[in-house]
T-cell receptor, first 113, second 112 residues
Framework: GQQVMQIPQYQHVQEGEDFTTYCNSS?????IQWYKQRPGGHPVFLIQ?????EVKKQKRLTFQFGEAKKNSSLHITATQTTDVGTYFC?????????????FGKGTLLTVNP | EAQVTQNPRYLITVTGKKLTVTCSQN?????MSWYRQDPGLGLRQIYY???????DKGDVPEGYKVSRKEKRNFPLILESPSPNQTSLYFC???????????FGQGTRLTVV
């Protein structure tokens, strides 16, 4: 079955440093979604990427979808303490049938003020 | 307010005692699903439902049941809970499959 690998598992940065998490799928994805989970909270949707090579920005966050639609990345510029949490990617390889979203294991980001 | 509501938020129970975790959404979403979250394993899908009366197994369905009699509700049933079902459970809904998922607040279940 589909596997979605996410690295790194943990990342600790100083406030102001950049952060990147990477997501790789064993199969070609129809789309990829990113979620953030604050400590003690629930996953919250950040963005969905659909097109090959797509790049989207949300303020200091940049999301990319690979040309082959098998990998993705989330980059945060100049991290802040509010960025703390676990970032998950979630991929769909169903091609529209039997839809199933498979989550990566997440990257836990901690930020030292 | 658009939301997914799970109850209870916390539950401690004993092995073998049947329990139900309720999930309700007020957004008229067609797609609903249940996940469990365990340290180091991320979010794993238990069951999902594409619409009323349509449910299917996810990655880890053993020991769980679901039903979807109404569009807004998607309860998770543990007929005979075991300690390996101790976990944090999330219900989620989306307008249709392949769109943004809204998660409930989570239910932390402990089976002793």
């Amino acid at each position: 079955g589909q596997q979605v690998m996410q690295i790194p598992q943990y990342q600790h940065v100083q406030e102001g440093e950049d952060f990147t998490t990477y997501c790789n799928s064993s199969t070609t994805l129809s789309n990829i979604q990113w979620y953030k989970q604050r400590p003690g909270g629930h996953p919250v949707f950040l963005i969905q990427l659909v097109k090959s090579g797509e790049v989207k920005k949300q303020k200091r966050l940049t999301f990319q979808f690979g040309e082959a639609k098998k990998n993705s990345s989330l980059h945060i510029t100049a991290t802040q303490t509010t960025d703390v949490g676990t970032y998950f990617c979630a991929g769909d390889d169903s091609g529209g049938s039997n839809y199933k979203l498979t989550f990566g294991k997440g990257t836990l980001l901690t930020v030292n003020p | 307010e658009a939301q997914v509501t799970q109850n209870p938020r916390y539950l401690i129970t004993v092995t073998g005692k049947k329990l139900t975790v309720t999930c309700s959404q007020n957004m008229n979403h067609e797609y609903m699903s249940w996940y469990r979250q365990d340290p180091g394993l991320g979010l794993r899908q238990i069951y999902y439902s594409m619409n009323v009366e349509v449910t299917d197994k996810g990655d880890v369905p053993e020991g769980y049941k679901v039903s979807r009699k109404e569009k807004r509700n998607f309860p998770l049933i543990l007929e005979s809970p075991s300690p390996n079902q101790t976990s944090l459970y999330f219900c989620a809904s989306s307008f249709v499959e392949n769109t943004e998922a809204f998660f409930g607040q989570g239910t932390r279940l402990t089976v002793v």
